[in-house]
């Protein structure tokens, strides 16, 4: 079983693998650029850069509606769609997970600072990040890895939040 977490952002994307338990990780980063084709590019490089050979489920994370300036509001839903275009010619099943979601699964709470996410990640998972797109990417791993593997525990809270993905999960195979 090969899960892949996706955080995406526009200067420091976080990836996460988890595979028969072992974990593996990434930052892809990349800098603003100033015309139109350039940042097409760096969009499409973001999209490309990460494998997907024998990925069995993605989840990313959703994107954040509380961006202040709309031009990265509209270049983090481009990415988001273009990795969603990636995985869906690839037919590798995709949740996407509001930042809230993802706040609650792992910390209990739908929202609070950041540090708080790799606090309580590192309680519940004993695993140190030291960037949060790496910690969140993790995190989204994780909830893929419970929605494919019933025997995996999670807390009461926990509990909601995958049995609806497990839903969702059901409908995402269905090309």
């Known amino acids: 079983m090969k899960i892949l977490g996706i955080d995406p952002s526009l200067t420091a994307t976080g990836i996460a693998f988890i595979e028969n338990g072992v974990f593996k990780s990434g930052l892809i980063k990349t800098k603003p650029t100033y015309t139109v084709?350039?940042?097409l590019k760096r969009l499409l490089k973001i999209r490309?850069?990460?494998?997907?050979?024998g990925v069995d489920i993605a989840v990313m994370e959703g994107v954040a509606f509380g961006v202040r300036k709309t031009s990265s509001l509209a270049?983090?839903?481009?990415?988001?769609y273009l990795?969603?275009?990636?995985?869906?010619?690839?037919?590798i099943p995709l949740l996407i997970i509001p930042p809230t979601v993802l706040k609650k699964y792992i910390t209990g709470k739908d929202n609070g600072p950041k540090d708080t996410m790799l606090l309580e990640t590192y309680k519940r998972y004993e695993m140190s990040f030291s960037d949060n797109n790496?910690?969140?990417a993790f995190g989204?791993?994780?909830i893929g890895e419970a929605v494919l593997d019933e025997s995996?525990?999670?807390?009461?809270?926990?509990?909601?939040i995958i049995n609806n993905l497990r839903e969702?999960?059901?409908?995402s195979k269905n090309f």
């Open 140 to 142: 989204l791993a994780k």
């Open 83 to 91: 990795i969603r275009e990636r995985l869906y010619k690839n037919k």
């Open 48 to 53: 490309d850069s990460f494998a997907l050979d």
């Open 168 to 171: 969702q999960y059901g409908e």
């Open 37 to 39: 084709m350039d940042e």
């Open 134 to 136: 790496l910690c969140d």
């Open 152 to 160: 995996i525990k999670i807390l009461a809270f926990q509990k909601d």
């Open 75 to 80: 270049q983090l839903a481009a990415l988001n």
